[in-house]
Nanobody
Framework: QVQLVESGGGLVQPGGSLRLSCAAA????????MGWYRQAPGNEREWVAV???????DYADSVKGRFTISRDNAKNTVYLQMNSLKPEDTAVYYC??????????WGQGTQVTVSS
């Protein structure tokens, strides 16, 4: 089973940037489709972005043009670069891995707070 660990969250002012990381110990992520979800207090978990094994990407409309997902297979890590952050981006961010019918369990996530 793939165990993912998210990091890189924090407190940032509106308009600022953060880069989230998602790493796995003991698993090779290059063969997995990887992505990010987020969950704000009182809301359902919301899909944010995905990257395929060959590097194709897709984004939720709410983050398109501001967020960039990427992967470094040599480092076994997936990133989410978040620019022009807005208060409504405040949430716990979770990464996931999918291959065939397998989907990784949710990790602890990383908190992103956008506030002045």
């Amino acid at each position: 089973q793939v165990q993912l660990v998210e990091s890189g969250g924090g407190l940032v002012q509106p308009g600022g940037s953060l880069r989230l990381s998602c790493a796995a110990a003991g698993s090779i992520l290059s063969s997995y489709v990887m992505g990010w979800y987020r969950q704000a207090p009182g809301n359902e978990r919301e899909w944010v972005a995905v990257i395929t094994t060959v590097g194709s990407t897709d984004y939720a409309d709410s983050v398109k043009g501001r967020f960039t997902i990427s992967r470094d297979n040599a480092k076994n890590t997936v990133y989410l670069q978040m620019n022009s952050l807005k208060p409504e981006d405040t949430a716990v961010y979770y990464c996931y891995a999918v291959r065939s019918s397998y989907r990784s369990p949710w990790g602890q996530g990383t908190q992103v707070t956008v506030s002045s």
